[in-house]
């Protein structure tokens, strides 16, 4: 416990008691699931100009990844403003990339990676999208989109800057999301 901290500590007991109380093995040598990866080749960050005191920072970073939902994340942004002034343009970045978190994670989507040349999402083996979402996007735009093995969806588009990238990966989240 004094190695890695009472919090984690507490997490990982959590995680091992629901375990057992649904009859699973425990999965301990399994890292805490913190939902989608999201890498857009930005700075997505609190920097130390804005937020000097590391524990300060710290706190803050935990309480944004552990934000429930955009609402939570939208409170959090506002507290911060209050406290520590405007956001810098890479915290608001980060805000940003936790909101396409909370958005990806509930899908099944393991991890996204966007460049100014397209990217990648990787989906875990079972996800939460209709099959026809991604048929119906590979069908349309099929110059865009494509299969890239069973688990990734790749991405062929210019995508020059952040703005760009995270309307991209909004857009895409929308039609993954959709409903037939």
């Known amino acids: 416990m004094q190695e890695i901290g009472f919090t984690l500590y507490l997490e990982l007991l959590e995680r091992a ?12 040598d399994r890292p805490l699931d913190h939902g989608a990866e999201i890498d857009l080749g930005i700075p997505a960050l609190l920097p130390d100009d804005y937020l000097p005191d590391v524990h300060t920072r ?31 343009d890479q915290a608001k970045n980060l805000m940003r ?53 069973q688990d990734k969806l790749r991405i062929v588009h210019d995508l020059p800057d952040a703005d760009i990238r995270f309307d991209a990966v909004e857009d895409l989240l929308e039609k993954l999301m959709a409903t037939a």
Do not use: W
């Open 17 to 28: 008691v629901e375990a057992l109380k649904a009859g699973r093995e425990p999965e301990l």
């Open 58 to 88: 710290l706190i803050q970073y935990k309480r944004i990844a552990s934000a429930k939902d955009a609402d939570e994340l939208r409170e959090l942004q506002v507290e911060m403003i209050d406290r520590f002034g405007l956001l810098p």
């Open 97 to 149: 990339v936790t909101t396409l978190k909370l958005k990806a994670t509930p899908l099944g989507i393991i991890k996204i990676e966007m460049n100014d040349a397209g990217g990648r999402v990787h989906f875990c083996a079972e996800p939460n999208i209709e099959p026809m979402n991604i048929i119906r996007l590979i069908q349309t735009q099929p110059r865009i989109y494509r299969m890239d093995g």
